[in-house]
């Protein structure tokens, strides 16, 4: 295995784990913001406030992109296992 090899594999796997975490917290940055601004427009300042809606929008986002997170992941590990005869030489 070359350390070119190497570096592609880390690349794709660092790539991978970017693209499956990077909906989510964009959507915890959204309604974090969302919260935010709602509290200062109410001048209301409770912790509860302000993380159960951000608990409930990533546990729904969770939810609704599980499916496509776990294709995302499956074909990812088909392609690292497909090509294992290559990485063996």
Same mark, same amino acid.
């Not at 427009?41 to 912790?47: G, R």
């Not at 992941?73 to 290559?86: E, Q, Y």
């Given at each position: &295995? $070359?350390? #070119?090899?190497?570096?592609?594999? *880390? %690349?794709?796997?660092?790539? $991978?784990?970017?693209?499956?975490?990077?909906?989510?917290?964009? *959507?915890?940055?959204?309604?974090? =913001?969302? *919260?935010?601004? !709602?509290? =200062?427009?109410?001048? &209301?300042?409770? #912790?509860?406030?302000?993380? =159960?809606? %951000?608990?409930?929008?990533?546990? !729904?986002? +969770?939810?609704? +992109? &599980?499916? @496509?997170?776990?294709?995302?992941? !499956?074909?990812? $590990?088909?392609?690292? @296992?497909?090509?294992?005869? %290559?990485?063996?030489?």
């Amino acid at each position: &295995m $070359t350390p #070119n090899l190497v570096v592609d594999i *880390i %690349r794709q796997t660092l790539l $991978t784990a970017f693209w499956l975490a990077a909906p989510l917290l964009a *959507i915890g940055f959204a309604t974090g =913001i969302g *919260i935010s601004l !709602v509290q =200062i427009a109410t001048s &209301m300042q409770d #912790n509860a406030f302000s993380t =159960i809606p %951000r608990l409930v929008a990533f546990l !729904v986002s +969770l939810l609704l +992109l &599980m499916p @496509w997170l776990i294709q995302k992941s !499956v074909a990812f $590990t088909a392609t690292l @296992w497909g090509d294992l005869g %290559r990485y063996a030489r």
